[in-house]
RNA sequence: CCGACCGUGCCGAACAAUCGCGCGAUAUGUUGCCGAAAGGUAUUAUCGUGAGGAAAGUCCGGGCUUCACAGGGCAGGAUAACGGAUAACGUCCGCCGGAGGCGACUCCCGGGAAAGUGCAACAGAAAUAAACCGCCGCUUUAUGCGGUAAGGAUGGAAAGGCGAGGUAAGAGCUCACCGACAGACAGGUAACUGCCUGUGCCAUGUAAACCCUAUCCGAAGCAACACCCCGCAGAUUUUGGUCUGCCCGGCCGAGCGAAAGCUCUAUGCGCGGUGGCAAUAAGGGGCAACCCCUUAUGAGCUGUUUGGUAACAAACAGCAAAGAUAGAUGAUUGUUCUCGACAGAACCCGGCUUACAGGACGAUCGGUUUU
RNA sequence: UGCGGCAUCGCCAAGCGGUAAGGCAACGGACUCUGACUCCGUCAUUACCUAGGUUCGAAUCCUAGUGCCGCAG
C-alpha cells in the first residue's frame, strides 16, 4: 500500500509547532495526528485510514547524491515498519534525518523509529511480545479504519 | 624496456537471494468505486524497461512557446589574423603569425595606437616633451651664450641595434649587416612567406580605457504557454454577469460513547494570533517517437560506403523501451575482485567550463638494448 | 527548476586603474570622588571571497570557481 506524502508547507509548519518530537540517533520524529485522516478515508478506493508521512532531508547534508540516498534509506525504513508492526493510523508524521543519517544503515533508521514509535506511543494493540511492556506506557486505543 | 606526449562516437565493480518503487504492454476487474447500460477505473498478476560522462555550473548557440513588430536610424550588447564546417555558436577543423620545448607537441581576448580623446602615480632635468650632470666652441670669465642625445642617472617605457667612417664635440650626418616601412616579382583561395629594389626611419605603452572598422543580435522563458474545472454565502442586476467575503489544532456549539476520547462544524464569536497553501479545490496537455502497414515530422541514434587533409557532407541499411511531479533507479544479507572517484534526468538538442579512483584502445616522440 | 543580485577591519559602510575614507565597537589615556557624556591616541602593514589573466601597476577591468540572498500565475 502506498502512502500520501505531506506536501504542503503549511502541514510541515503544524507539524513542527503542535506535534510531539522525539530525538534519536540518526533521526528526528514529529507526530501530529491527522485532522483530515477521515476524509482521506472517503477519498481512498481501498477505504483504509493511512499514514501521511513527509521525510526532510537539509542541504546541510551534502549534495543531491547523499541526499537522495537519505532519503531512500528513510522511505525504506519507515516502509519496513509499516509492513512489520501494527502502527497506528491516521497520523501525520515528519521524519527529519541529522547529519549522522548520511553514513547510516536502514537497519539503523529502522531501530531509531522503533524507539521513536515506542516513545510516541505509535504501536496500535498489543503486538505479540516487545511491544507489551510498551503498551504499558501508552494507553490502549481500539481505533479501526 | 624506460620516460614522455596527444587523442577517443571507449569503460565508470560484478553476481545471487528476499523485500520494495516509477513507467509501458497484456490479463484481471464477480466481492471496491462511477454509470440506466455500454463501458471506464481502483486493485492484483505476469512480462518488459528504468540516470551521467559530466545528468553539475547555467557560460554561449539553437529548437519550441507567448508578447511586440511597416521600414530605417540612434542607443545598448556580443565577436575579432585568414580560409572552411555547421541549424547556429564565443564551438569545431585546417592554416598563418608569435611564445615555449631536444622532440612528439603545447599555449595565445591574436583587428586598428599613422582618425580622434583620455590616462601613465612615484622616480627622473625631461613622459611625448627634452639640456640636470657631462662633452665641445665662443666670450664680457659667470648662476653667461650657443652646439650636442655618444656617456651617466630615473623609470615599465628616454628618439631602432651594432660596428666603421666622420666631427670642435656629436648626431642615419654617411656606409655595411640586422630590424622597420613602402613597392615590384614568385608561391598560396587567403592570412602570409620568399626574394629584389627603395626609404634614414617624425617616434612609448594602454583599446580585458572611451573609441574606430567589419559581422551579428526584438524581449522573455516550460513556474513559458495554452486547455478543462472554477465552489458557497451576501449584495446588486439589463438573468449575461459584476462586486464583496472565505485564514486558524483559539473559544463556543452539535453528534457518538460508560469513560478516555473520536467525529462534525465556510455562511456563529471576534478575546487572541496571523497576512498565511496562489481566496479555495482539482486535473490532464506541453512531455519524449523507429512497431503490422502507410504518410509526415524530428539539425534523432548506430553501422557501412563514397567525397574531403580535417571539421563534416551525401547515399544505403538498421533502430520499441528513463519520463517523475514533494519528485521513481532502492533496502537487507551473502560472495568475488582491481576494494569502487566525481556525482542524480526535470521541455529538448549542439558546444564550452568545472569535478573525477582506476582502467581500455590507438597514434607519436626521446633514450637504451637486441637483430 | 528557471532567472537575477551581492561579497571591503568584530559590525555598518565610501571608493574615476596610482598604494583603502568615515562611523560604531574594542583598547589606552585625560576630565570626575566614581560612572556616563566629552576630548586625545591606538586599532598599521594580511580589512578588498578564492584562483588565474590584461596592465608598468588591479579592491576596481576580463575569465573561472566558492559562499550568501532575492524573485517566479
Redesign the pocket.
Known amino acids: 500500500?502506498?502512502n500520501i506524502?505531506?506536501?504542503?508547507?503549511?502541514l510541515?509548519?503544524?507539524v513542527y509547532?503542535?506535534g510531539s518530537k522525539t530525538v534519536c540517533k540518526h533521526i528526528v520524529v514529529y507526530v501530529?495526528?491527522?485532522?483530515?485522516?477521515?476524509?482521506l478515508q472517503r477519498e481512498n478506493?481501498?477505504?483504509k485510514r493511512i499514514n501521511r508521512v513527509?521525510?526532510?532531508v537539509s542541504?546541510r547534508l551534502?549534495?543531491?547524491?547523499?541526499r537522495?540516498?537519505v532519503?531512500?534509506?528513510l522511505?525504506?525504513?519507515y516502509?519496513?515498519l509499516e509492513?512489520e508492526r501494527n502502527i497506528k493510523k491516521?497520523k501525520?508524521i515528519v521524519i527529519t534525518a541529522r547529519d549522522s543519517a548520511v553514513n547510516?544503515?536502514?537497519?539503523?533508521i529502522y531501530t531509531d523509529l522503533l524507539f521513536a514509535a515506542k516513545r510516541l506511543s505509535l504501536f496500535d494493540d498489543a503486538f505479540p511480545k516487545k511491544t507489551t511492556e510498551s503498551a504499558r506506557n501508552a494507553?490502549t486505543?481500539?481505533?479501526n479504519g
Do not use: F
Request: net charge positive; glycine share 6%; proline share 2%.
Open positions: 500500500m502506498k506524502a505531506i506536501s504542503e508547507n503549511h510541515y509548519k503544524k509547532a503542535k501530529l495526528t491527522d485532522y483530515h485522516a477521515s476524509r478506493p481501498l477505504k513527509g521525510l526532510t542541504t551534502g549534495k543531491a547524491v547523499v537522495s540516498r532519503r531512500r534509506i522511505r525504506a525504513a516502509q519496513k509492513t491516521g501525520l547510516a544503515k536502514s537497519t539503523d494507553r486505543e481500539n481505533e
